[in-house]
């Protein structure tokens, strides 16, 4: 209701008949509101949630006491299209502080594209996290980014290890969330020191 738009999917509207009365003694006896798949026998109602998309007109009847049915009146609104924020390409590459890519870099250089629905009114919130590939808790990078900007967080991402970073984005009804990694540095072949591990292009990280 803050936004003063009808919204697919996320909105209702009250539909109720006002003044309705009968004539020569008649009672109003039944009452008749119908339009975007739904339809009411009450003098007021409310829709399930508006799913048509553009122009919606509903139409309200009423029946007197005699069997006398009125004139049809009808109120129209309109119902802005909705979907949720939608990531069109995305990529993660280790770089120094100024965003250099960087393959020993202890920095991340992200670049998200999207898209969202009712942008003149609907609110986006976006957020970053990183952890190493082999850890269970996601560190809050601190940086929010825009929709084709690159931009550069981390400072301390060991190049010896792979990490899974996370880009979240959230507006008013839903959240987004993309999953990247990046890889170790690059080195020709790699002995785990004390393990029984090996890699071949990158650090090791596992025992075998």
Known sequence: SAWGIY?????????????AAGTQGSTIS??????????????????GFLTTVGTIT?????TDSRGRTSDTKTVSISVVAYSPPSVSSYSSQ????????????TYVKGL???????????????????KKSTATAWTNANKTFSSGTAFTFG???????????KYT????????????????????????????????????????
């Open 7 to 19: 919204v697919q999917g996320k909105s209702k509207a009250t539909l109720k008949i006002n003044g």
């Open 30 to 47: 039944s009452y008749s509101i119908s339009g975007g798949g739904f339809s009411s026998t009450s003098s007021s109602f409310t829709t």
């Open 58 to 62: 509903f139409t309200a009847k009423v």
């Open 94 to 105: 280790r770089c120094n502080s100024a965003g250099t890519p960087l393959d020993s870099g």
């Open 112 to 130: 998200i594209s999207f898209s969202y629905a009712c942008s003149s009114k609907n609110t986006i919130t976006t957020s970053t996290s990183y």
């Open 155 to 165: 400072g301390s991402i060991s190049a010896e290890s792979s990490y899974d970073i």
């Open 169 to 208: 984005i959230s507006d008013a009804f839903t959240t987004v969330t993309v999953n990247d990694t990046i890889s170790t540095v690059s080195v020709l072949m790699d002995f785990k020191a004390g393990g029984k591990g090996i890699a071949i292009g990158k650090v090791s990280e596992f025992d075998n």
